[in-house]
């Protein structure tokens, strides 16, 4: 069965930094792509990172390039995100998915939701001051 699960979320002061994992399970990680979704209260769901795990090759969403990154441990068929200088409206329910076979995407179809099929539970973080 085809699965991912969050992990790493958290409460923060504003500036503070989390690392957000992502453990897939269930399908061959090599050919995979993987993004990062976030939820705010209230608002809907957008991508911030994407990641094809065979080439590593990465997406951003556009305002979150040099404060997010998204990595990998291929050992461990494992994706990250590190989140630094958190703000209050990065408060949001982070989100996991992976697609096990990714055709060549541009960057707006690999933040968009539609891709992917495999989606964790989400994990929280809250940013306080």
């Known amino acids: 069965q085809e699965q991912v699960a969050e992990s790493g979320g958290g409460s923060v002061q504003i500036g503070g930094s989390l690392r957000l994992s992502c453990v897939a399970s269930?399908?061959?990680?090599?050919?995979?792509?993987v993004a990062w979704f976030r939820q705010p209260p209230g608002k809907e769901r957008e991508g911030v990172a994407a990641?094809?795990?065979?080439?590593?090759?990465?997406y951003y969403l556009d305002v979150e390039k040099g404060r997010f990154t998204i990595s990998q441990d291929v050992a461990q068929n494992t994706v990250f995100l590190d989140l630094s200088n958190l703000q209050p409206e990065d408060t949001a329910l982070y989100y996991c998915?992976?697609?096990?076979?990714?055709?060549?995407?541009?960057?707006?179809?690999?933040?968009?939701?539609?891709?992917?099929?495999?989606w964790g539970q989400g994990t929280q973080v809250t940013v306080s001051s």
């Open positions: 990641l094809y795990t065979g080439s590593g090759k990465t």
């Open positions: 269930g399908f061959t990680y090599s050919a995979a792509c």
């Open positions: 998915a992976a697609e096990r076979n990714c055709p060549p995407m541009t960057a707006r179809q690999a933040l968009g939701t539609a891709v992917y099929r495999t």
